[in-house]
Nanobody
Framework: QVKLAESGGGPVQAGGSLRLSCVVS????????VGWFRQGSGNKREEVAA????????YYANSVKGRFTISQDDALNVVYLQMNNLKPDDSDIYYC???????????????????WGQGTQVTVSS
């Protein structure tokens, strides 16, 4: 079974940076759609970024464009979320997720994803 595990969250001052990691285990396809989300204020999680692994295509929510970067380490099967110029509104629980079976295209849309990690807390002080 596919498993996802997030790490790298913690406290940070506004304007600072964090890098989150998502280890994807037991995956058997070269190209996979992997996304980062945060809890948000509603019932559904808020999209942040996504990557089509292998192809290298990336997708971002407008709220994080220019500040966050999603990338992949193929050898370690890890997806990263580099977060720069953090704002207090970025404080949340961040989750990684995967869209299975691998789709012909990828995106950050919440409805795509059906396997989720447990989340990692990011707290940005004012």
């Amino acid at each position: 079974q596919v498993k996802l595990a997030e790490s790298g969250g913690g406290p940070v001052q506004a304007g600072g940076s964090l890098r989150l990691s998502c280890v994807v285990s037991n995956i058997r396809r070269e190209r996979n759609c992997v996304g980062w989300f945060r809890q948000g204020s509603g019932n559904k999680r808020e999209e942040v970024a996504a990557i089509f692994t292998g192809a290298g295509s990336t997708y971002y929510a407008n709220s994080v464009k220019g500040r966050f970067t999603i990338s992949q380490d193929d050898a370690l099967n890890v997806v990263y979320l580099q977060m720069n110029n953090l704002k207090p509104d970025d404080s949340d629980i961040y989750y990684c997720a995967i869209d299975l079976p691998p789709p012909p295209s990828c995106g950050v849309e919440y409805w795509r994803y059906n396997r989720w990690g447990q989340g990692t807390q990011v707290t940005v002080s004012s």
